[in-house]
């Protein structure tokens, strides 16, 4: 599928901490922004991602054991 409208087509727009690791990512489809900010633990793995969208606002928590990804919580609010 190739969209015909720019409208479509996905903009991002990344910003890095200073390790060069993603802290922040904004994608723009249609007019509306997604805004993703990642934050990392004491041992450089990826702990949290906000994102915001919408009016709602998406936390997921990643749980590690043993070095290894073991679950993740994800808790979602709406803004009125």
């Keep these: ?45 990826l702990a949290t991602v906000v994102t915001v969208y919408d009016g709602r606002t998406r936390t997921e928590t990643l749980n590690y054991t043993g070095g290894a990804l073991s679950g993740l919580t994800a808790v979602e609010e709406i803004t009125p």
């Design 1 to 45: 599928f190739k969209p015909t409208s720019s409208i479509l087509t996905p903009r991002q727009t990344i910003t890095r901490d200073g390790l060069d690791r993603i802290a922040t990512l904004s994608t723009t489809v249609g007019g509306q922004v997604a805004l993703q900010t990642l934050a990392y633990d004491a041992e450089g793995r």
